[in-house]
């Protein structure tokens, strides 16, 4: 089992609305049931739901914005900086969703580039990294997350504020998800990237998710993998199958 603190992130996407909002925190984030000393839960929402989760929320449930500015605040219409973040009083974001990269032209410099905004503004970053299909069938799974990896090391030295969510692409979405023994051998590569190119306190410290169709069927099973230190979840996050991914990991570090 990992001796790091569990995360459970839930990613709402595009999804929700006021009533989606306050109703789900109500009846199902506030009557999630874990122990914060072994399990941070962060939930997602879009920047425009986030107050009213903000505003309803009571169980130790963080809350993250999906995406941050490549800049600071200023003529930079549509975009929410991280010290607008900040200021909001949310101590997570998400960067480099694979929606973001693949739909929104976000390169892997702009990725580092949002990490290192969040982190200015004493943020956690789930940073979200992974191959796609022809990837993983190219044998190159390592490599791409190295690379990705690599853009955010050239801009961040200190990493202890970064979790890094191991998101292949095949699986985002399509309930196909890594088995627990793929899932390992990914995350334990993506620890020793950390050994060798930030550090070994790094390599033990940061917290590694894996994400992809995670559900109430699989997360048992994958928790028990001693990379794995939690999920960050899309479709499940928005259901009541929440509360059994959040249980299936506080249940196993207990
Ligand atoms: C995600 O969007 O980060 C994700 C993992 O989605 P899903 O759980 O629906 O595959």
């Not at 993250?64 to 490549?70: D, E, F, K, R, V």
């Not at 480099?96 to 990725?111: C, N, W």
């Not at 992974?130 to 853009?151: F, H, I, K, M, P």
């Not at 692409?169 to 899932?183: H, L, N, R, S």
Request: charged residues 20%; negative net charge; hydrophobic residues 40%.
């Amino acid at each position: 089992m990992s001796l790091r603190k569990y995360l459970v992130g839930g990613n709402w996407k595009s999804n929700g609305s006021m009533a989606f909002a306050k109703s789900f925190t109500n009846d199902v984030l506030n009557k999630l049931a874990f122990d914060p000393k072994n399990v941070d839960v962060v939930v997602s929402p879009t920047n425009l739901h986030l107050p009213a989760v903000q505003a309803n929320i009571g169980n130790n449930v963080n809350i993250a914005t999906q995406n941050i500015s490549l800049t600071g605040p200023g003529a930079f219409t549509g975009e929410v900086s991280a010290c607008m973040a900040q200021d909001a009083g949310i101590r997570y974001t998400l960067t480099g969703h694979s929606e973001r990269r693949s739909l929104f032209g976000e390169s892997d410099a702009d990725v580092a580039t949002k990490t290192k905004n969040g982190l200015m503004f004493d943020m956690t970053v789930l940073l979200c990294i992974g191959e796609q299909l022809a990837e993983r069938e190219g044998g190159v799974t390592n490599d791409v997350n190295a690379r990705q990896l690599a853009a955010v090391r050239e801009q961040v030295d200190d990493w202890s504020n970064i979790v890094i969510a191991y998101e292949p692409v095949w699986a985002i979405g399509t309930g196909k998800v890594a088995t627990p023994e793929v899932a390992q051998e990914t995350h334990a590569a993506i620890r020793e990237w950390l050994a060798a190119n930030v550090s070994k306190e790094a390599a033990d410290g940061t917290r590694i998710l894996y994400g992809g169709s995670v559900s109430d069927a699989n997360a048992a099973e994958l928790i028990t993998q001693p990379d794995i230190d939690g999920f960050l979840v899309g479709g499940a996050s928005l259901k009541p199958a929440f509360h059994q991914i959040v249980a299936a990991c506080n249940e196993h570090k207990a």
